[in-house]
């Protein structure tokens, strides 16, 4: 649309069912690239996909016509195929209903980058339990505690 600007940045965040460790490190970058580009093919800007064998963040810059939960929708679907489809698991792949999603400005993007850029060392020293809940709270979302994802430690 004409005279219509934007500048809407988001990070997914999503994880395995059963939050199970499946996200093999001899794969998951390929992966990672195929969910970026899924969110390429759907016209939008993946800046950073990337995680760990549990779970995945994607930072992903979003045209104003495009519906978050109709993104994230297709980005399970599609790579959910693409992991059954390459054979890489004896057993069924599916990820958890639900996802986290949190917005940033602009002069974020460096950081968050950098933030999902190093999530192995990150989680090093925190859980993805602890991790999610901080956002959450950083982001003063109500939540009961019923709906989060299956926490496995």
Known sequence: MANTFSQIYIQYVFAVKGRQN???????????????GIIS????????????????HAFVGLKPDMNISYLIR?????????????????????????????SYSHSAIDKVYKY??????????????????SFLKKFE???DEKYLFEWIE
Do not use: A, M
Not at 41 to 56: A, E, F, L, M, T
């Open 22 to 36: 499946l996200l093999q490190k001899p794969w998951r970058t390929e992966v990672f690239k195929y969910i970026s």
């Open 41 to 56: 093919n759907k016209g939008q800007k993946p800046i950073i996909v990337n995680g760990v064998s549990d779970h995945v």
């Open 74 to 102: 297709d980005i399970k679907n599609n790579s959910t195929g693409f992991i059954k489809e390459k054979e890489w698991l004896k057993c069924d792949f599916e990820w958890q209903d639900g996802y986290g999603v949190f």
């Open 116 to 133: 999902i850029l190093n999530q192995e060392q990150h989680h090093k020293k925190k859980t993805f339990r602890e991790e999610y809940l």
């Open 141 to 143: 979302i109500e939540y």
